[in-house]
């Protein structure tokens, strides 16, 4: 953890492969100095089958999943750094957003904790 799954349109690859935006997004998300380097995870999830607003059209939208205990700015400053650099890569897409959830650090568990 954390965890970041980047669900997208298909469409959007073509002009960005998908390992320079995991690249892109673990970086911004290293650079905010919230989390150990080695703990960020970022998956994609594209989509070939979507609707936006009713019609066919690209999006991009991050779910991020962190432990508990970040402050509600630190976190809407990692959201905006994030779209911003989306943004950068993907400045056709209109629809670009994120949002961060709390992992409850009582009930976390992985293997290592086992």
């Known amino acids: 953890m ?4 980047i669900d997208c ?3 959007i690859l073509k002009s960005q ?3 320079t935006v995991l ?3 673990y970086q911004v998300t290293k650079d905010s100095g919230l989390f150990d380097a080695n703990d960020i995870k970022v998956r994609m ?5 979507f609707s ?9 939208h991050v779910f991020a999943d962190i432990m508990e205990g970040r402050s509600t700015e630190q976190k809407a400053a990692l959201s905006k750094a994030v779209v911003k650099k989306l943004k950068q890569l993907f400045p056709e897409v209109s629809f670009i957003a994120m949002n961060i959830r709390d992992f409850e650090k009582a009930t976390y568990c992985n293997l290592g904790m086992i």
């Open 2 to 5: 954390p965890h970041f799954v």
């Open 9 to 11: 349109s298909k469409n």
């Open 17 to 19: 492969e998908e390992e």
């Open 23 to 25: 690249k892109e997004v």
């Open 45 to 49: 999830r594209p989509f070939d089958t």
């Open 52 to 60: 936006v607003g009713g019609i066919n059209t690209d999006f991009i």
